[in-house]
């Protein structure tokens, strides 16, 4: 008799747990992301050492260079100014869709906004600057440092993610992505401004002219893209989730690695450079399938 009793309980004992192990939560399957964050700065390029020679006339009339006219002294009156350039943090923003076919491989296209403003500076490294009239090349210099320049990037990247936790409330992720990246403006051209000793005669107001030290003839494009990320997604209801992911965005940029000419042209090369960026976003869950109940 004590054996007939005690087999139903050992049943029902050891049925219940496996009967909650295989209960499940929902999977979310095609789900879209709208997310923002900052990404860190770097430094870019620096130039030690640019002559800059004394512009030969004034009010915004320049015909060449200064010379010396001594007999001690020959060529241009110059100036040699330090130019550095680094990539300040900034803002990125992206947006992307993601479709799971099974519960932990999905497949990811994303469109990603970069900001890169510029943190430029100058310095004159053979102090006193020469005699001017117009303070031209200071003035030139001081300009280039409070410019703020910028420009920035658009890529569009298609990749794979892989979650560890797809049904349950937090789940941790890792993605890898390759495209293309689109700038709206180069990294290398540097120039300042120069209010001259002139005035306009239809404002009043005094000239100003841009002295172009380096010209980007050629800036880029176009370039490849690489994009890592590893975060986590939160249930928030059954049809929203909240993100948070630390990422890497990996760019090519072109730097400066030479003093420019009298024409404005330096030696210049393209660098790999990595934008560690920290996002949250917001998941709206556009498909999912419900987990086991039994």
């Known amino acids: ?20 192990q ?15 964050g900052i990404n860190a700065g770097h430094s870019l ?14 009010g915004g009339n320049y015909t060449s260079c200064e010379t010396f006219k001594t007999p001690t002294d020959s060529g241009n009156v110059s100036d040699t100014l330090a130019f550095a350039r680094d990539v300040s943090s900034s803002l990125l923003l992206g947006a992307a869709v993601s479709y799971f076919p099974n519960s932990h491989i999905g497949f990811q296209g994303q469109i990603y906004y970069l900001g ?82 002139g005035t306009d005669p239809n404002t009043g107001q005094p000239i100003v002219v841009s002295r172009a ?22 249930r928030l209801s059954p049809g929203y989730q909240f993100r948070i992911e630390l990422q890497d965005a990996i760019l090519p940029l072109e730097r400066l690695i ?20 920290l996002t949250v976003g917001l998941d709206v869950v556009l498909e999912h399938k419900r987990g086991r109940r039994y």
């Open 45 to 58: 390029w620096s130039i030690a050492r640019q002559p800059i020679c004394v512009l030969l006339g004034g």
């Open 213 to 234: 030290v380096v010209v980007d003839t050629t800036p880029k494009t176009t370039s490849w893209t690489l994009q890592f990320g590893a975060g986590f997604t939160a």
């Open 116 to 197: 890169l403003s510029f943190d430029d500076r100058c310095r004159n490294v053979g102090a006193p600057y020469q005699p001017d009239t117009e303070n031209k090349n200071q003035q030139l210099c001081d300009s280039f440092g409070g410019t703020g320049a910028s420009a920035s990037a658009v890529a569009f990247i298609g990749g794979i993610t892989f979650r560890a936790a797809p049904h349950h409330t937090i789940s941790p992720y890792l993605r890898a992505g390759v495209g293309i990246t689109t700038y709206t403006g180069g990294t290398l051209s540097v120039s300042g401004e120069i209010v001259t000793n």
């Open 22 to 36: 295989a209960q499940e939560g929902d999977q979310t399957n095609l789900v879209l992301s709208i997310y923002g």
């Open 258 to 277: 030479g003093p420019a000419n009298d024409f404005g042209q330096a030696p210049h090369e393209t660098k790999i450079y990595h934008h560690i960026g």
């Open 1 to 20: 008799m004590k054996l007939l009793v005690s087999v139903p309980i050992v049943f029902a004992l050891v049925s219940a747990p496996l009967a909650l």
